[in-house]
């Protein structure tokens, strides 16, 4: 059976109407962004992963803690051959006050987490919290969240250990 012009389009109207409502049904279950209580600077070395930067990438934007207010990224890039820097680029131009893009000559990764320090010491951004995440890795929805609830407990603690789970590609 064949259906008529108008019939499709009523269906096809019917069909994103559906989609629209159930959108916005959903968005209520969504967990709201949280305002931190600390800031937290990432320091990543980057070498030839440009595969895995828009899941690193999205990973830590999708924090339930808020992305904006609470994170800064400085991705030191270790002199990469591939697309890597043009993907940095790309979110830092999106998110310029949360992301940093440095270059040097290949060094090694301790070379790049040290560059990235130095940075931020130099740049005096005020941020007592460091990690060290790398591009192919990718940090679950609440991470940030669940190590700044911890650490709004704390009087006294000068560092964090978090529990890392490996998958195979």
Known sequence: MLLKAK???NISFFFKSLLISMQNFLKQ??????????????VSAVYNVEKYLDDF?????????????????????????????NII???QKKYPKNITYLYKEN??????????LKYLKEND????????????????RDYFYEVDSFLKKQNNI????????????
């Open 125 to 140: 951004l005020n941020i007592f919290w460091v990690t060290f995440t790398d591009p192919d890795d990718f940090l679950d």
């Open 57 to 85: 990438f999205k990973s830590i934007i999708n924090q339930r803690l808020d992305f904006k207010s609470n994170i800064y990224l400085i991705c030191v890039d270790d002199g990469s051959t591939d697309n890597s820097a």
């Open 158 to 169: 000068a560092m964090v250990a978090t529990n890392i789970i490996f998958y195979r590609e």
């Open 29 to 42: 279950f969504k967990p709201k962004k949280y305002k931190a209580y600390n800031k937290y600077v990432i």
């Open 107 to 116: 060094g090694g990764q301790a070379s790049s987490r040290n560059l990235g």
């Open 89 to 91: 680029k790309k979110y």
């Open 7 to 9: 019939h499709k389009k």
